[in-house]
């Protein structure tokens, strides 16, 4: 069974950064794409970061350019979300996904955690 466990959200003041992991169950993790999305209140999910199973390219939402890396270390079964320069903004349940080849930026991915919260004050 694939479980998906993110961890690393928390209360951050703008400006600040906070490093979210997420650690998968899964015996072939390295050939799995890796998303992280994000959903705040009342608003629908969407696509953050994501990246191969390779490592590289990794792939962002223009909201996030330049602020957030994606990383993943394929002996651990890990991938990671460095995120910088938070903002208000950027408040929301961060979920992590898996997809067996492939790195959709929708949320066509087969497995998902149950999310961590990031909640960034101003």
């Known amino acids: 069974q694939v479980q998906l466990v993110e961890s690393g959200g928390g209360l951050v003041q703008a400006g600040g950064s906070l490093r979210l992991s997420c650690a998968a169950s899964?015996?072939?993790?390295?050939?799995?794409?890796m998303g992280w999305f994000r959903q705040a209140p009342g608003k629908e999910r969407e696509f953050v970061a994501g990246i191969t199973r390779y490592g590289r390219p990794a792939y962002y939402a223009d909201f996030v350019k330049g602020r957030f890396t994606i990383s993943r270390d394929n002996a651990k079964n890990t991938v990671y979300l460095q995120m910088d320069s938070l903002e208000p903004e950027d408040t929301a349940v961060y979920y992590c996904?898996?997809?067996?080849?492939?790195?959709?930026?929708?949320?066509?991915?087969?497995?998902w955690g149950q999310g961590t919260q990031v909640t960034v004050s101003s």
């Open positions: 899964i015996r072939t993790f390295s050939t799995y794409g």
């Open positions: 996904a898996a997809r067996n080849q492939m790195v959709p930026t929708t949320t066509l991915y087969n497995y």
